[in-house]
Nanobody, 126 residues
Framework: VQLQAFGGGLVQAGGSLRLSCAAF????????MGWFRRAPGKEREFVSA????????YYADVIKGRFTISRDNAKNTVYLQMNSLKPEDTAVYYC????????????????????WGRGTQVTVSS
């Protein structure tokens, strides 16, 4: 059972990237999902979360209005569309799944998530 995040890369400030998180060996269609990131020398940081149904989303203030989380349960995949990227968005981005019942409000603490994927590097040049 694993999650795999991909879609990262090098982009100039103001550019866009779309990250994907695919689940293998487990259906995550009934799991709330989250995205986190860790910048060099910094703690892991919450980015966004989405309810299992896709009906609820939650964003960190620092990315609100620029990033959009979505999911396609038929494809067992969660996405993070990142627009207007800034150099401070540079980080390794991770996706995670919460095994329990759907939560309201959505979870934003990393210890509340149960399954983590390998990250994907996002580098934004100035």
């Amino acid at each position: 059972v694993q999650l795999q995040a991909f879609g990262g890369g090098l982009v100039q400030a103001g550019g866009s990237l779309r990250l994907s998180c695919a689940a293998f060996g487990r259906h995550v269609s009934r799991n709330d999902m989250g995205w986190f990131r860790r910048a060099p020398g910094k703690e892991r940081e919450f980015v966004s979360a989405i309810a299992w149904s896709g009906g609820g989303t939650y964003y960190a203030d620092v990315i609100k209005g620029r990033f959009t989380i979505s999911r396609d349960n038929a494809k067992n995949t969660v996405y993070l569309q990142m627009n207007s990227l800034k150099p401070e968005d540079t980080a390794v981005y991770y996706c995670a799944a919460h095994y329990g019942l759907g939560q309201t409000p959505l979870l934003s603490e990393f210890h509340e998530y149960d399954l983590w994927g390998r990250g994907t590097q996002v580098t934004v040049s100035s």
